[in-house]
């Protein structure tokens, strides 16, 4: 398996819910990441997970909730979001943290209204 | 800081034309990557060049990687349409993430 899934592939939601987006990869990877992606704009790294623990959260709201249940699987829980959030939402593995070909999952189109 | 600075941003081509794309970083990166992006989906893995001197050939796409000049650069040999993407190199510096470039919105015409 060579792939990155992610779940859903579109979410709208409204500033009050909360929700989750799901990240699975079965690789064998280590280093799994969430990135931010505006129409027209490079992938925003958000969060880098590495052998399960937390390394990087590159000064993200703590709207955004990132968690990592195990070294397949990757979560992103979303509260109280603002319009602005709405983005394509892109994780991605890599074999480890310090080697960084990483492969992409399809993204969650992420509308906030 | 890394910076990854790529050129141009926006390239119309025509079918059969050949062209290139340049990436220029900042200090050392130790590994250059190109990423394809169609309209709407995510990030392909292109190359991977991990050494001064490297050379990677997929189809009609071509990248090369010079640490001396600090430059990167995504060969077009004869156009098509299906090559119409965006087109992002990244780099990286021991153990830091990926650094992006913007991107070049390639469009191929007929």
């Known amino acids: 398996d060579t792939e990155v899934t992610q779940t859903p592939k579109h979410l709208v939601m409204g500033m009050t819910n909360k929700k989750s987006l799901k990240c699975e990869q079965h690789?064998?990877?280590?280093?799994m990441y969430w990135y931010k992606q505006k129409a027209k704009k490079p992938p925003e790294l958000m969060f880098v997970y590495s052998y399960e623990k937390l390394s990087i959260n590159e000064s993200v709201p703590s709207r955004f909730s990132p968690e990592c249940p195990n070294s397949s699987l990757l979560n992103l829980h979303l509260h109280a979001l603002q319009p602005e959030d709405s983005a394509l939402y892109l994780c991605?593995?890599?074999?480890?943290?310090?080697?960084?070909?990483?492969?992409f999952g399809p993204g969650t189109r992420l509308t906030v209204l | 800081e890394l910076k990854v600075e790529q050129n141009p941003l926006f390239l119309s081509m025509q079918e059969g034309k050949n062209y290139t794309i340049y990436c220029n970083y900042s200090?050392?990166?130790?590994?250059l990557y190109w990423y394809r992006q169609d309209p709407g989906k995510s990030l392909e893995s292109l190359f991977v060049?991990?050494?001064?001197?490297a050379v990677k050939q997929e189809g009609r796409l071509m990248a090369s990687l010079d640490t001396k000049a600090r430059l990167s650069t995504l060969h077009i040999t004869a156009a098509v349409h299906d090559l119409s993407a965006t087109y992002f190199c990244?780099?990286?510096?021991?153990?830091?993430?990926?650094?992006f470039g913007k991107g070049t919105r390639l469009s191929v015409i007929a």
């Open positions: 990244a780099g990286d510096s021991g153990n830091t993430p990926l650094v």
């Open positions: 991605a593995s890599s074999l480890s943290s310090s080697y960084n070909e990483q492969f």
């Open positions: 060049l991990l050494s001064n001197g």
């Open positions: 200090t050392t990166s130790d590994r």
């Open positions: 690789m064998g990877h280590r280093a």
